[in-house]
């Protein structure tokens, strides 16, 4: 049985290279994600965040828009968007920059990429759980104390 989180999570993924969106989407559905968006340009991305994405993968080098031009208009619109950086880059600075600016995670495009999605949407649904369990209210917590 999917989770409730999984099933309701909105996942947009912006990359200009067709082949890699189309990899990463499908093998997001294989673990169960249903609502998945491809967008090639950052852009479209951004008109389409009054859809409410919960996660947004998002490629650094694309024309138009950089990816770290569109994770601060991200952030700027929804903070609790959750945008994983996936670049072809390894460097270090690009990383700080884009973690800086908010991303949640920022992955290297590569042999292990498809798996570094999988711990991250799975990082992702445990702070969303942890974020969703209720609070206990003012009384039962006097209850608790006294019991």
Same mark, same amino acid.
């Given at each position: 049985?999917?989770?409730?989180?999984?099933?309701?999570?909105?996942?947009?993924?912006?990359?200009?290279?067709?082949?890699?969106? !189309?990899?990463?989407?499908?093998?997001?559905? !294989?673990?169960?994600?249903?609502?998945?968006?491809?967008?090639? #340009?950052?852009?479209?991305?951004? !008109?389409?965040?009054?859809?409410?994405?919960?996660?947004?993968?998002?490629?650094?080098?694309?024309? #138009?828009?950089?990816?770290?031009?569109?994770?601060?208009?991200?952030?700027?619109?929804?903070? #609790?968007?959750?945008?994983?950086?996936? &670049?072809?880059?390894?460097?270090? &600075?690009?990383?700080?920059?884009?973690?800086?600016?908010?991303?949640?995670?920022?992955?290297?495009?590569?042999?292990?990429?498809?798996? &570094?999605?999988?711990?991250?949407?799975?990082?992702?649904?445990?702070? #969303?759980?942890?974020? !969703?369990?209720?609070?206990?209210?003012?009384?039962?917590?006097?209850?608790?104390?006294?019991?």
């Amino acid at each position: 049985m999917k989770s409730d989180i999984i099933k309701t999570t909105m996942i947009f993924i912006v990359d200009d290279d067709q082949l890699t969106s !189309n990899i990463y989407a499908q093998h997001l559905k !294989n673990l169960g994600y249903v609502d998945v968006s491809i967008f090639d #340009n950052g852009q479209d991305c951004l !008109n389409a965040l009054i859809e409410e994405p919960t996660v947004i993968l998002l490629d650094h080098y694309m024309k #138009n828009l950089t990816g770290m031009e569109v994770l601060q208009k991200v952030k700027r619109f929804d903070p #609790n968007i959750y945008v994983v950086f996936i &670049s072809g880059q390894e460097d270090i &600075s690009t990383a700080v920059e884009a973690l800086k600016f908010g991303a949640f995670d920022y992955i290297i495009k590569g042999q292990d990429d498809i798996r &570094s999605i999988e711990k991250v949407m799975i990082k992702i649904k445990n702070v #969303n759980e942890m974020l !969703n369990q209720k609070e206990p209210s003012f009384f039962q917590k006097i209850i608790s104390l006294v019991v």
